[in-house]
């Protein structure tokens, strides 16, 4: 297992670096939805407040992104065994909770748009506000897309994830804007922010569903696969099969934990050096923070034609060939019984 004091650096790195991707996400959409309520304000359009009510969220999640890289980056301790990074699930659940309800509020002003036959005016000005309010946002998406991917960091993922989609509604917006000032269809502008309510809607509810699967410890296929491809170059030489594999994320910690065959005529301290090793080499190829948890099964010499151990005192059969490991064997509770 990784020496918490040999990441202790490094962790405290990347948590400045998330909250500092926090703190500018948080500024700069407060900047924006200024920008564009003054936009709406100019023209009356019902687009433009469509986009100017998403960034309402933007601020809000915003807040609820910064507090959570907070509390994520805290230190597990005997309340929080495996840390809190699993805060960060519960602010991208909100985040999606948040867009979802911007939707219905969008839905809400397109009806009355509808009804009523609100005229827009002043297109000229505010088609410039929200173009250069939506290229700030393209910008600070992919910056917060990138540094969530590069610390592994699902809010601020959540949060880049959400500003690009506030960019693309910006986009809709414009070309909306543009073909009435072309055209002069009135019933453009709230038909334009009627699309924008459905994609955000559409944003929300896979945001909440990536959320719940981590909270509820989802298998992470990727993960799993990426640990047995570090795994398999390992198998060998006593270290004979690996089974009853889990992992969960928390945040950016992960948490590993699996069952390794050893000879059974090993000691316990022999075993204990090789199973506390191989997690070291594990963990750091994976190049995560977090620990791996190996439980040490005897073979019961049930192994000796997948087992390349060449000093083996009781082996039964000779070695014929070592399978590659695969995660259905290795994900399988309890221990494989080779054919």
């Not at 405290?12 to 924006?32: F, H, Q, T």
């Not at 939506?134 to 540094?147: D, E, M, P």
């Not at 995560?288 to 000796?304: K, N, W």
């Amino acid at each position: 297992m990784i020496d918490p004091m040999t990441l202790g650096g490094s962790m405290s790195e990347d948590s400045g670096v998330r909250v500092r991707a926090g703190a500018i996400s948080l500024v700069v959409s407060i900047l924006l939805l200024a920008a564009k309520y003054q936009a709406y304000r100019l023209t009356g359009s019902i687009a433009i407040l469509s986009d100017a009510l998403e960034s309402i969220v933007n601020v809000v999640a915003a807040i609820f992104a910064l507090g959570g890289i907070i509390f994520a980056g805290r230190p597990a301790d005997r309340n929080h065994p495996y840390g809190h990074g699993k805060i960060e699930f519960f602010s991208a659940a909100f985040e999606g909770g948040l867009i979802a309800f911007a939707a219905v509020l969008i839905l809400y002003e397109v009806v009355l748009s509808l009804v009523v036959r609100l005229q827009v005016r002043e297109l000229d000005t505010g088609l410039l506000i929200i173009s250069g309010a939506g290229l700030a946002n393209l910008a600070l998406g992919l910056f917060l897309v990138r540094t969530g991917r590069k610390h592994q960091s699902l809010t601020l993922l959540a949060d880049g994830q959400h500003v690009l989609s506030d960019f693309w509604t910006t986009v809709g917006v414009v070309v909306g804007l543009l073909l009435v000032r072309v055209t002069g269809i009135w019933w453009l502008d709230p038909l334009v922010a009627a699309v924008v309510a459905v994609n955000l809607m559409w944003t929300g509810f896979r945001l909440v569903r990536h959320a719940a699967g981590g909270l509820l410890d989802e298998e992470d296929t990727l993960l799993l696969n990426r640990l047995l491809g570090v795994l398999g170059r390992h198998v060998g030489q006593g270290i004979i099969r690996v089974h009853h594999l889990r992992a969960i994320r928390a945040g950016r910690f992960h948490h590993v934990d699996a069952h390794l065959v050893v000879p059974e005529f090993w000691s316990v301290d022999r075993a204990h050096e090789v199973a506390e090793d191989l997690a070291d080499r594990v963990i750091r190829a994976l190049g995560v923070d977090g620990e791996l948890i190996f439980h040490t099964d005897p073979c019961h010499r049930a192994y000796c034609p997948m087992c390349d151990l060449t000093d083996c005192p009781v082996r039964r059969e000779p070695f014929r060939a070592r399978p590659p490991l695969t995660l259905e064997e290795a994900v399988q509770p309890d221990m494989p019984h080779p054919s």
